[in-house]
């Protein structure tokens, strides 16, 4: 099986590429994140129309999480049970599903925006409520992954320059500790293998020229169970997504699993 996760960064702009992509790769299950658009305008027929079928979280212009798969969807889970709210409401950033002999997360979480800003402190609950969420079948013998954009980077080899991150989100030492308790549930970081760089990033910013100089940074993760890293037979970053006019700045990592 070929299974992937990608912050598309608007499923409406990349929507071409996206369908052009799966086609090309023959990717059986995509997570996908930040589809900034309501479930109602999801393109899940242009999607059944290449043979896969959609479980979709999102509500509106912000946020949004998918999973599409050709190998079935059950037992669907639209939001991370126990998650807490921002300003009153549940924020559309995780969806769940068995598909074919996997059982998937695609999550996409909080930002954080400023580590003395409310979304931080909601940003850290988050990540409480998804190990919580996440801790059974992370310890159980089914394959099981949670692939997404988890916003941290979780060493300083995963940006491009530690020194300009300092005091700042994605990379402070709550975020990483959070992240590391997700994975004493049971799951094991996939490392993706490196194509051009000696470091796979997977996010680089739009402005100053962020990726042709490889200015990125390593926060799109598939954290597996030991099932589902054992099968594990390849997993790299496709950078030629994150090439070309009308890119997401994010690229899809791949994971291949023999099953």
């Given at each position: 099986m070929r299974i992937a996760t990608w912050n598309v960064n608007s499923i409406t702009a990349r929507l071409p590429r996206l369908l052009a992509w799966l086609e090309a790769t023959g990717t059986d299950v995509l997570c996908i994140q930040e589809t900034k658009t309501t479930a109602e305008q999801f393109p899940a027929d242009e999607l059944?129309?290449?043979?896969?079928?959609?479980?979709?979280?999102?509500?509106?212009?912000?946020?949004?999480?998918?999973?599409?798969?050709?190998?079935g969807l059950e037992d669907v889970v639209t939001g991370l049970?126990?998650?807490?709210?921002?300003?009153?409401?549940?924020?559309?950033?995780?969806?769940s599903a068995t598909c074919g002999p996997l059982r998937l997360w695609s999550v996409y979480v909080p930002n954080g925006r400023e580590v003395d800003h409310a979304h931080y402190a909601y940003k850290l609950q988050w990540f409480e409520a998804l190990k919580a969420a996440v801790a059974t079948d992370a310890a159980g013998p089914r394959p099981f992954a949670v692939l997404g954009d988890f916003n941290v980077a979780p060493t300083d080899d995963d940006v491009w320059d530690p020194s300009l991150f300092?005091?700042?989100?994605?990379?402070?030492?709550?975020?990483?500790?959070?992240?590391?308790?997700?994975?004493?549930?049971?799951?094991?970081?996939?490392?993706?293998?490196?194509?051009?760089?000696?470091?796979p990033f997977t996010y680089w910013?739009?402005?100053?020229?962020?990726?042709?100089?490889?200015?990125?940074?390593?926060?799109?993760?598939?954290?597996?169970?030991?099932?589902?890293?054992?099968?594990?037979?390849?997993?790299?970053?496709?950078?030629?997504?994150?090439?070309?006019?009308?890119?997401?700045?994010?690229?899809?990592v791949v994971v291949d699993l023999d099953v």
């Amino acid at each position: 099986m070929r299974i992937a996760t990608w912050n598309v960064n608007s499923i409406t702009a990349r929507l071409p590429r996206l369908l052009a992509w799966l086609e090309a790769t023959g990717t059986d299950v995509l997570c996908i994140q930040e589809t900034k658009t309501t479930a109602e305008q999801f393109p899940a027929d242009e999607l059944r129309e290449l043979g896969y079928a959609s479980a979709v979280n999102a509500t509106g212009r912000w946020n949004g999480v998918a999973l599409v798969s050709k190998v079935g969807l059950e037992d669907v889970v639209t939001g991370l049970p126990g998650g807490p709210a921002y300003d009153g409401a549940e924020e559309p950033r995780a969806v769940s599903a068995t598909c074919g002999p996997l059982r998937l997360w695609s999550v996409y979480v909080p930002n954080g925006r400023e580590v003395d800003h409310a979304h931080y402190a909601y940003k850290l609950q988050w990540f409480e409520a998804l190990k919580a969420a996440v801790a059974t079948d992370a310890a159980g013998p089914r394959p099981f992954a949670v692939l997404g954009d988890f916003n941290v980077a979780p060493t300083d080899d995963d940006v491009w320059d530690p020194s300009l991150f300092v005091g700042a989100t994605h990379v402070s030492e709550p975020e990483r500790a959070a992240l590391a308790a997700l994975r004493e549930t049971g799951l094991t970081d996939v490392m993706p293998r490196p194509l051009k760089y000696a470091h796979p990033f997977t996010y680089w910013d739009y402005r100053q020229l962020g990726f042709p100089k490889n200015r990125g940074m390593r926060i799109d993760l598939v954290y597996g169970n030991e099932p589902f890293a054992k099968a594990v037979s390849d997993s790299y970053v496709d950078r030629e997504e994150r090439k070309g006019k009308g890119a997401s700045d994010h690229a899809p990592v791949v994971v291949d699993l023999d099953v």
